[in-house]
């Protein structure tokens, strides 16, 4: 018997469905054969943008990060641009240009996929797909009604401080700054 038919869900029981977030209940068969009842939140994912001014080889480029108000936090977050994609069929680089722009008001001539990441796979199935944006120039910024961000151009080094010092605590920019700042620039090529 194969892996797949061994584990996984056995059924769900919708709990709960809102305008982006789905709660079940899952019963679901583990490894060891024995089942278990989980809560399920099942998300459509989000594309996440690092944008950086100049070049790859450069020291100590400039990056654009976003000081966006977070209720769930209880105040404001230093964060990557981000967001959920229109739709299940819209590609993720098509989500990330659009995110950029929407959130920065910056467009990228350059998206180049990083990697993807889990948020919290103890509870839901949430990923989001990391992208380094290159080649801006200005565009237009369209924020959604809910959404309070001012946006702040600062060094990679004072970043990758501030996420030492704890300062930057959002866990995909954290992903996606020492992503950039380890594998990207370190190699001069995304």
Known sequence: MSEATETGRLSSRDVHRGRILKLS????RF?????????????????????????????????LLLRQYRYATGGYLYEVPA??????????ITCAHREL?????????TMTPLTRIYTTPGFTDEVIHLFLATDLS??????????????????????LERVREGDIVD?????????VATFVLRSGRA
């Open 31 to 63: 490894p060891d054969g024995s089942t278990g009842e989980l809560e399920m939140i099942r998300h459509p994912g989000a594309a996440a943008v690092l944008p950086l001014f100049g070049s790859l080889g450069q020291s100590d480029p400039d990056v």
């Open 83 to 92: 967001g959920l994609p229109l739709g299940p069929e819209e590609p993720w």
């Open 171 to 179: 866990a995909k920019s954290v992903a996606t700054i020492l992503f």
């Open 138 to 159: 200005p565009g237009a910024a369209n924020l959604d009604d809910d959404e309070f961000v001012e946006v702040e151009r600062m060094r990679l080094s004072e970043v």
């Open 101 to 109: 722009e929407e959130e920065t008001g910056y467009r990228a001539a």
């Open 25 to 28: 209940l899952d019963t679901v």
